[in-house]
């Protein structure tokens, strides 16, 4: 039997501000989770998300040193039309967040934008310009 893909885990920084930005973008995530070290939320499909803080990585794992240079990692959402990719994109800007790249319509047939998290990681927000293209 071959090992079946289940978590997508992100290392943070401060862990109540990575759960604050994706409880912006719909997940389920109770605030009494922010001071937690791990958290993780199970998504629509099975797959589950976790957050783990800086320092329980390196309680197994001493020599951990963040990335730099870029995000290596991207998690895509996906909007239910070209509106929502503009307004979830402002909406987010607008608390606070690092817009990276406004809302354009993507030579593939979707409309697109990207964002970052807490921790740099780009998050992208995604929609079909029309019915039945790009999801």
Request: charge should be negative; proline fraction near 9%.
């Amino acid at each position: 039997m071959a090992p079946s893909f289940n978590l997508v885990g992100l290392v943070v920084a401060d862990i109540g501000a990575s759960l604050a930005f994706y409880r912006r973008l719909g997940l389920d995530l109770p605030e009494s989770a922010d001071n937690e070290p791990h958290v993780e939320t199970t998504l629509p499909g099975g797959l589950r998300l976790a957050w783990d803080t800086v320092e329980i990585i390196r309680s197994f794992d001493p020599d951990w040193t963040p990335p730099t240079g870029g995000s290596r990692v991207s998690l895509a959402f996906l909007c239910d039309d070209p509106g929502e990719v503009d307004n979830v994109y402002a909406d987010l800007v607008k608390a606070g967040y690092e817009g990276h790249r406004p809302p354009w319509d993507a030579v593939w047939g979707q409309r697109y934008a990207v964002v970052l998290d807490p921790d740099g990681n780009t998050v992208d927000l995604f929609a079909p310009l029309s019915a039945g293209e790009g999801s």
